[in-house]
Nanobody
Framework: QVQLVESGGGLVEAGGSLRLSCAPS????????MAWFRQAPGKEREFVAT????????SYADSVKGRFTISRDNAKSAVYLQMSSLKPEDTAVYYC?????????????????WGQGTQVTVSS
């Protein structure tokens, strides 16, 4: 079982930036796709970005393209989400997810492991 731990959420003004981090709580040798999803109050959890194990496959939701950047450091088993030009509609709980089959998919049901989430609030 892989337990994921997110950090870096917080309160920021519109137009600002935040960097989220996620890593397994213990070292893992699985070749995992890593992704970020988010869930706003009263809404379904939605895909934000994904990156394959070797970084060769990256996808973003249309709503964040050009503003968010996903990256990873396999030496640290960590994945990051750099968020810039934040908007109030980006306010949500952001979840880190991992897929042991390295599919780099956008579908929530392709992910086997999830973090507890970190709150991002963007004020207008």
């Amino acid at each position: 079982q892989v337990q994921l731990v997110e950090s870096g959420g917080g309160l920021v003004e519109a137009g600002g930036s935040l960097r989220l981090s996620c890593a397994p709580s213990a070292r893992t040798y699985l070749t995992l796709t890593m992704a970020w999803f988010r869930q706003a109050p009263g809404k379904e959890r939605e895909f934000v970005a994904t990156i394959s194990w070797n970084g060769g496959r990256i996808s973003y939701a249309d709503s964040v393209k050009g503003r968010f950047t996903i990256s990873r450091d396999n030496a640290k088993s960590a994945v990051y989400l750099q968020m810039s030009s934040l908007k109030p509609e980006d306010t949500a709980v952001y979840y880190c997810a991992a897929d042991r089959y390295d599919l780099a998919a956008k579908e929530r049901n392709k992910y086997n492991y999830w973090g507890q989430g970190t709150q991002v609030t963007v004020s207008s």
